[in-house]
């Protein structure tokens, strides 16, 4: 296809978008208006925002990074949350309603950190696991909300916009409490969707289960790190006193890239994983902290992988990083799967930035 900026011929490239990612880089005209439109366009469907709120006389939302100031009678850009009356409410996300899906999920399954985690790993034995090898016959309960403080145009999990519209999937903290307490669940991880969208519940349930659990159970979460700082604060002791994982999804290094395929900025995402780093040194095994970053075909190239891997290395260099392998999904399906090549050729790039442990994942995907 040819993009619409350049003119050049490019393998791979996304038709709604149109344009390569040279030109979304460079911030090349009509670049990031295509892909807002795509956005907005994208949200219609499920009656979501189609941008930020921003009313100057809102009700301001600190909840995360977007920052929205919602007019009266209106959503924030997550939809979780609503102006009435002038008082900022939680549609859904509080200690009483939860907008989710719950399940077991036996051990070792597929967590983003799995090389690495107490659960599916020899890490963390004795005090967080109970086994030297992957916990074999115990379960994670995944807690998979419906809902999210980004908009990626490649989610893998976009079917939590279809989700979010449904009233049978309202669960209250205390309910998915008693999921944890079963003797063999010895984890849960909070990802979505998003968590820092309904991070009150989540919150909520691991400071309850933990209130009546006293043997192993890890708090762990797969996020894309756009939350308040305080809230952050509380994850991350969360996760350090429990032996849990808090896995970062990195999606993209540039700005305006991040911009063209999020929806939103990652300044937010940038400063709480560099806080977060912080902490590795206070448990280094399992490790605290995990990044991971999609290898989407012609957007999320080595470049942006070395760019991401700088960062992460300057933060810290033990922190583990996985690089996964993209499926066509959402509004970029007509993308194909990570080729074999193009994931050789980021595995390469990160690891020339320094990093101790870079890992590539969902490898039955490449072609």
Same mark, same amino acid.
């Given at each position: 296809?040819?993009?619409? *900026?350049? !003119? ?20 090349? &005209? ?14 219609? =469907?499920?009656?979501? %925002?189609? $941008? ?18 919602? =007019? ?6 997550? @939809?979780? /949350?609503?102006? $009435?009356? @002038? ?9 009483? /309603? ?28 004795? #005090? ?10 115990? $379960?994670?309960?995944? +807690? ?26 309202? +669960? ?10 079963? =003797? ?9 969707? &998003? %968590? ?15 209130? /009546? ?20 604060? #509380? +994850? ?7 032996? @849990? ?39 280094? &095994? ?16 080595? $470049? ?23 499926? =066509? ?9 990570? %080729? ?11 690891? !020339? ?7 590539? *994942? ?6």
């Amino acid at each position: 296809m040819r993009c619409k *900026g350049c !003119k050049r011929e490019t393998t791979f490239l996304s038709a709604r978008l149109g344009y390569c990612v040279h030109c979304i880089r460079e911030g090349k &005209d009509g670049a990031l208006e295509r892909a807002q439109h795509v956005h907005l366009q994208g949200r219609i =469907p499920y009656r979501l %925002p189609t $941008q930020i709120p921003q009313d100057p006389q809102g009700v301001e939302c600190t909840f995360c990074g977007n920052a929205c100031r919602i =007019p009266p009678e209106e959503k924030g850009f997550c @939809g979780t /949350k609503a102006n $009435q009356d @002038g008082k900022l409410v939680h549609l859904v996300g509080d200690r009483d /309603k939860g907008k989710l899906h719950w399940y077991y999920d036996p051990l070792p399954t597929n967590c983003v950190a799995h090389w690495v985690c107490a659960g599916c790993s020899p890490a963390g034995y004795p #005090q967080y696991s109970h086994s030297s090898e992957a916990e074999y016959g115990y $379960q994670n309960l995944a +807690v998979f909300y419906a809902s999210c403080t980004f908009d990626c145009l490649f989610c893998q999990n976009w079917s939590y916009k279809v989700s979010y519209s449904c009233e049978r999937l309202l +669960v209250t903290a205390d309910d998915l409490v008693k999921r944890a307490l079963e =003797p063999s669940t010895s984890c849960i991880c909070f990802f979505g969707g &998003d %968590p820092s969208s309904q991070i009150l519940h989540a919150l909520a349930t691991s400071y309850e289960v933990l209130r /009546k659990r006293r043997d192993i159970l890890r708090i762990c979460w797969e996020t894309n790190g756009n939350m308040s700082r305080k809230l952050l604060e #509380q +994850v991350i002791q969360i996760s350090l006193t429990t032996g @849990g994982t808090i896995k970062f999804d990195l999606k993209a290094w540039n700005p305006r890239l991040h911009r063209a395929l999020c929806g939103v900025d990652n300044r937010t995402t940038l400063s709480n994983f560099h806080y977060a780093s912080h902490f590795m040194g206070e448990r280094q &095994d399992p490790p605290l902290l995990v990044a991971s970053t999609l290898l989407i075909p012609g957007y999320i190239d080595p $470049q942006e992988v070395a760019d991401i891997a700088r960062f992460i290395a300057s933060c810290n260099p033990a922190i583990p990083y996985s690089l996964l392998a993209f499926h =066509p999904q959402h509004l970029m399906e007509d993308l194909p799967p990570t %080729p074999r090549q193009w994931a050789m050729e980021c595995l390469e790039a990160a690891q !020339k930035e320094g990093l101790e442990n870079v890992h590539l *994942g969902n490898i039955h995907l490449l072609w």
